[in-house]
């Protein structure tokens, strides 16, 4: 069984010396390129809209909740 390399060396070398913080963006960020390489997004307007009809989520929670979820993508 052939094994690819998923991590050239380089990256292998920059993890290493990554704290917890740098290493937690990485793994995102790369998880985010593997989903954008399959062709699947994020689409928040949708996702607000599904909370939204979740059972005790009023409209102050919901916004609270959309703030932490576009923080944790980095979106602006």
């Given at each position: 069984m052939e094994q690819r390399e998923i991590?050239?060396?380089?990256?292998?070398?920059?993890?290493k010396k990554m704290n917890r913080e740098?290493?937690?963006?990485?793994?995102?960020k790369y998880g985010d390129e593997l989903l954008g390489e399959q062709g699947k997004t994020i689409d928040l307007p949708a996702l607000e809209e599904?909370?939204?009809?979740?059972?005790?989520?009023g409209g102050k929670r919901l916004e609270e909740i959309m703030v932490v979820i576009e923080k944790f993508l980095d979106v602006e």
């Amino acid at each position: 069984m052939e094994q690819r390399e998923i991590i050239d060396r380089d990256t292998y070398k920059k993890i290493k010396k990554m704290n917890r913080e740098e290493l937690t963006k990485f793994i995102i960020k790369y998880g985010d390129e593997l989903l954008g390489e399959q062709g699947k997004t994020i689409d928040l307007p949708a996702l607000e809209e599904e909370l939204s009809k979740i059972k005790g989520i009023g409209g102050k929670r919901l916004e609270e909740i959309m703030v932490v979820i576009e923080k944790f993508l980095d979106v602006e």
